[in-house]
């Protein structure tokens, strides 16, 4: 098992910046890729970015150039910074860790609202 915490959310104004964090415990061995998921009111949950275990990120299109994803081995901490926030990035942030077999694992989430 893979127990994972998210924290950092909050409400932020258009223009601003957060930074998310995702702690894991437990089995963390053999991950196979890390990353960042948003569900907005009445949509779907979408995959915002991703981190493979040698390093290979990939963003949504809608936050690249904005978003960084990165992570502290010796913390077992993934981050999100996020940079000229939108409303439209108003959602609940979860962290997901896929583990060798393709075994996925959730964090409760972390609300961000972006509104004036």
């Known amino acids: 098992q893979v127990q994972l915490m998210e924290s950092g959310g909050g409400l932020v104004q258009p223009g601003g910046s957060l930074r998310l964090s995702c702690a894991a415990s437990?089995?963390?061995?053999?991950?196979?890729?890390l990353g960042w998921h948003r569900q907005a009111p009445g949509k779907q949950r979408e995959v915002v970015a991703t981190m493979t275990a040698a390093g290979r990120i990939n963003y949504v299109d809608a936050v690249k150039g904005r978003f960084s994803i990165s992570r502290d081995i010796a913390k077992n901490t993934l981050y999100l910074q996020m940079n000229s926030l939108k409303p439209e990035d108003t959602a609940v942030y979860f962290c997901?860790?896929?583990?060798?077999?393709?075994?996925?694992?959730w964090g409760n989430g972390t609300l961000v609202t972006v509104s004036s």
């Open positions: 997901n860790v896929v583990r060798g077999g393709g075994i996925n694992y």
């Open positions: 437990g089995k963390i061995s053999a991950i196979s890729v």
